[in-house]
């Protein structure tokens, strides 16, 4: 075979060749098998429901008051200071009282008018009275007097009924304090124009003391008044236990939650305005036998929520829906799904797919004392075998 010859047929099997390849390099390659995961287990159990409600809560006076002057007017002078003690009489704030004090000598000079004018039909009537005696005069005329003196009567009372009226209304430009207490908040400044009972200042009464705070709407029904509540500070100290006084009867408008008041002994109450907590009793559940499980050992499915459980005689793990009712801690409260004796998987869940094969996960330090006990298993057998030969030659 020439070289010219034998040419063509290499080149004819290097073309039948080439789709060859082609097609093995196309073809899919085999897919590989998942990986065999280490994951921790825990195993379903029932325990104690430790966790009890606790809700911030405010401390405030029993009874707060909003002050305010009974007549309008511009504010001269505030003698009240936020955070002050007050007693009772003491003066808060004043307003400008000239025009009450101009209209009070109105009414004291009306009254003076009244009483000339009174005085004039009191004489008149008792001349009168002796010309009837004597028979100068009619009766009728008589009658006439004693009617001008009646109205001239009925005139000076009038008058000074105004003239104490106005006395009362030149009093009330000076705001005092009805009751000891503490100035809690400050709602108007000197040189501010003010109506007719628009607070001014707002006074804690001393006395009893409030524990405020809110619950949402399906815990409201379970907490009745006189039931017990425990208060701790928010600060530290000593835990203080209060009675339930009050459940507001509706809802808030805006935070849809219902106000709820513990009285405690004002003896002991921190002071005004500090944030403490309060545990209702009537919401505790302790003691209560539940399934939980640690927030790592739970994933979104859907749109509820689901573990892992193991399956023992397979090594694999299966989707199991759970629904979870609340939480304690760290871990949360199983409220169906689950019952006792699962394996549920722990740590890890974000990596597996139903039907995975796995293996429990051991810790180095339990890995390395399994290890360690089978090292002495091996090394204790030759010894005992030996004993074992030892003890068979003996019999012999």
């Not at 628009?198 to 709407?217: K, L, M, S, Y």
């Not at 094969?357 to 810790?363: E, G, L």
């Not at 204790?380 to 004993?387: D, E, F, G, I």
């Amino acid at each position: 075979m020439t070289a010219s010859t034998a040419f063509p047929r290499v080149r004819s099997a290097l073309w039948l060749l080439i789709p060859s390849l082609i097609l093995a390099g196309c073809s899919p390659k085999p897919a590989a098998e998942e990986p065999v995961r280490a994951v921790k287990l825990v195993t379903v159990g029932t325990s104690d429901f430790d966790a009890q409600p606790e809700f911030s809560a405010e401390v405030r006076a029993r009874v707060e008051s909003r002050l305010g002057f009974r007549v309008a007017g511009k504010i001269t002078k505030r003698q009240a200071e936020l955070g002050q003690h007050v007693q009772a009489g003491q003066v808060l704030a004043q307003l400008d009282p000239q025009d009450y004090k101009l209209a009070a000598d109105a009414a004291r000079a009306q009254q003076a008018a009244a009483l000339t004018n009174r005085d004039l039909a009191a004489a008149d009537l008792k001349r009168y009275r002796e010309l009837r005696e004597q028979n100068f005069i009619s009766g009728a005329e008589l009658e006439r007097r004693e009617t001008t003196w009646k109205a001239a009567q009925a005139q000076l009372e009038q008058a000074q009924a105004q003239l104490a009226s106005q006395g009362n209304q030149a009093n009330y430009t000076t705001l005092v304090a009805d009751v000891a207490g503490v100035i809690t908040a400050i709602e108007a400044e000197p040189g501010q124009v003010v109506q007719a009972g628009t607070p001014v200042v707002r006074i804690a009464q001393d006395g009893a003391r409030d524990v405020v705070f809110a619950v949402p709407e399906d815990r409201a029904q379970a907490i009745k008044p006189g039931s017990p509540v425990t208060v701790r500070g928010w600060s530290g100290g000593n835990e203080l236990q209060g009675q339930v006084r009050e459940v507001a009867a509706s809802a808030d408008a805006v935070t849809r939650t219902y106000s709820v008041k513990v009285a405690i002994d004002a003896a002991t109450s921190p002071p005004l305005g500090a944030t403490v907590y309060a545990r209702p009793q009537a919401l505790a559940h302790a003691n209560t036998a539940v399934i939980k499980l640690p927030t790592s050992a739970l994933r979104q499915e859907g749109k509820g929520s689901a573990v892992w459980v193991l399956d023992k005689s397979t090594m694999t793990v299966r989707s199991q829906p759970v629904q979870v009712a609340t939480a304690d801690g760290n871990e949360a409260v199983i409220g169906g799904g689950l019952s006792p004796g699962m394996m549920v998987v722990a740590a890890g869940v974000h990596v597996l797919s139903p039907g995975q094969k796995v293996t429990i996960y051991q810790s180095k330090e339990a890995a390395a004392a399994a290890a360690n006990a089978k090292d002495v298993v091996q090394a204790v057998a030759p010894v005992a075998a030996t004993k074992k030969e030892i003890a068979a030659g003996a019999a012999k």
